[in-house]
């Protein structure tokens, strides 16, 4: 806490209120309103929480306006070009970059509890072969807390970690059986020779009947989108795990929270409606049309893939994947090139249209990455399932920083009721 205060006056009774007003180490001040209800019986509305901070943080930093992205202080594009993702996951986890031995032994425990239990294919089983991969993956994540009671106790300390290596270690596993499923294909487990990148894919596209190679560039590109994907501060389905989690709730239920939050359009599932809406476009003499529709009041269309409610300049990480899509796309054969080149032209036309200069309209983390996991073979209904295997780790990072923290009270937002005052029941018999 400063001395600064920030001063409320009601212009209705003349009564001025100071408020103590917090400092972090970047970004700015929050205005701290625990007491504005119960000194002066008044609420902040904020629908959307445009302008409220929900908790204090030390993981990540973004300045959307200069297009600046920090995990625990390091720049994403050093982390994106000299770390990967398993150590980030520990920076993450822990605060701070591991020392060699600290980052073997994470990585030899993430390794060793990819395995799910034989109980979890059953569940698969009973999905329809064409349940949306989401749907899946957020059932048996939630599911996880019928299997592990052993480490169950949120409020010990080795419990919360055992959880955090165990879903960060499974949730791929998950992801490949409901991916196994959806196509009809034995499921393949896990194997611990592999690095988490290469085991993903070995997963998702080996089958019994012969050998599968794995790209090392496959891997480098998955890599690159889970350590991009991996946390962004307080976004929906992280306030969502948090909220969901601050009731007390286990783990696996929050996280499984966040998964559902995830999947909506206006958030991860906006990489594969980036690509059905690329599809729809087709070719690059239709952008004029669909364009003219994202700026029409009357039409609910919008570009996918633009916009961020935090990033008012370029999203950091849709620079950095539009990066690799020219080395993945250059090097793995080019039939997705065409969708590239659709994808750039609609960014140059965007990026020079007054309503999306006037609005900060830019392609965010979602509008290339599409991309790339196409021509890696994984399909559209699968990408926000590939974000929620990154975004374990930051759902996992928030949850254990909430849990930790001592001034830690259940969310509980209030509200302003616009419904009917106080009336009488009428009877049935009674009623117009
Ligand atoms: N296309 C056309 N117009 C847009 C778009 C877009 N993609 N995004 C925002 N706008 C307009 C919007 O109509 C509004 O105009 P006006 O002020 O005239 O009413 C203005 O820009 C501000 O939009 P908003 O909806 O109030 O902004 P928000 O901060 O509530 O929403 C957003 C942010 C990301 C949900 C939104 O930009 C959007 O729907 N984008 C498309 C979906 C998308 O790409 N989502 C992924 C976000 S990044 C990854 C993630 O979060 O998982």
Redesign the pocket.
């Known amino acids: 806490m400063t001395n600064k205060t920030f001063t409320l006056t009601n212009n209705t009774t003349g009564a001025s209120v100071e408020l103590p007003v917090k400092t972090g180490t970047l970004g700015p001040d929050v205005v701290d309103i625990g007491a504005l209800y119960k000194q002066h019986n008044v609420f902040t509305f904020d629908p ?1 929480f ?1 302008s409220t901070g929900s908790c204090e943080s030390d993981i990540t930093f973004i300045d959307g306006e200069k297009g600046v992205l920090l995990y625990r202080g390091y720049p994403i594009e050093q982390l994106a070009g000299r770390s990967n993702f398993i150590e980030v996951a520990y920076l993450l986890l822990y605060g701070e970059l591991p020392s060699a031995d600290e980052l073997a032994s994470f990585s030899s425990s993430i390794t060793h509890h990819t395995m799910i239990n034989e109980g979890f294919l059953r569940f698969f089983n009973g999905f329809h072969y064409n349940a949306h991969p989401m749907a899946m993956v957020s059932g048996v994540i939630g599911s996880m807390s019928a299997f592990y009671h052993d480490s169950m106790n949120i409020n010990d300390p080795v419990h919360r970690e055992i959880f955090a290596h165990r879903v960060i270690a499974k949730i791929p596993t998950v992801a490949a059986a409901a991916f196994k499923h959806s196509m009809g294909q034995p499921f393949i487990y896990p194997r611990n020779d592999l690095d988490y990148c290469s085991n993903v894919l070995n997963m998702f596209f080996s089958v019994p009947c012969e050998p599968y190679k794995i790209s090392p560039l496959a891997a480098e590109a998955l890599d690159l989108l889970f350590i991009l994907h991996a946390d ?1 501060e307080q ?3 992280t306030s969502t795990v948090r909220l969901a989690g601050s009731s007390g709730a286990n783990p696996y239920a929050a996280i499984a929270a966040g998964v559902s939050a ?1 999947w909506g ?6 990489n594969e ?2 690509l059905k809406m690329l599809n729809a476009i087709g070719s690059v003499e239709n952008i004029p049309k669909f364009v003219a529709r ?2 029409d ?1 009357d039409d609910p ?9 935090v990033y008012k300049n370029f ?1 950091p990480r849709a620079t950095l994947i539009r990066e690799m899509c020219h080395k993945v796309l250059k090097e793995m054969g080019d039939s997705n090139a065409p969708l590239f080149e659709l994808a750039l032209a609609l960014e140059e036309v965007a990026l020079q249209d007054d ?2 200069i006037e ?1 900060n ?1 830019y392609p ?4 290339y990455s599409g991309i790339i996991y196409r021509a890696l073979g994984i399909p559209e209904s699968m990408f926000t399932v590939m ?1 929620a295997i990154a975004r374990t780790v930051g759902w996992v990072a928030h949850w254990l920083e909430m849990i930790a923290d001592p001034a830690g009270r259940i969310g509980r937002p209030r509200q302003l009721y616009t419904g009917a005052p106080l009336r009488d029941y009428v009877s049935v018999d009674d009623r117009k």
Do not use: E, Q, W
């Open positions: 959307g445009v962004h976004n929906c389905s995830l359009p206006a958030h991860g599932g906006a409606a980036v994202a700026k009041k269309f919008r570009l996918m893939g633009f916009g961020h409610r999203d309503y999306f609005k309209l965010n983390v979602d509008f974000f």
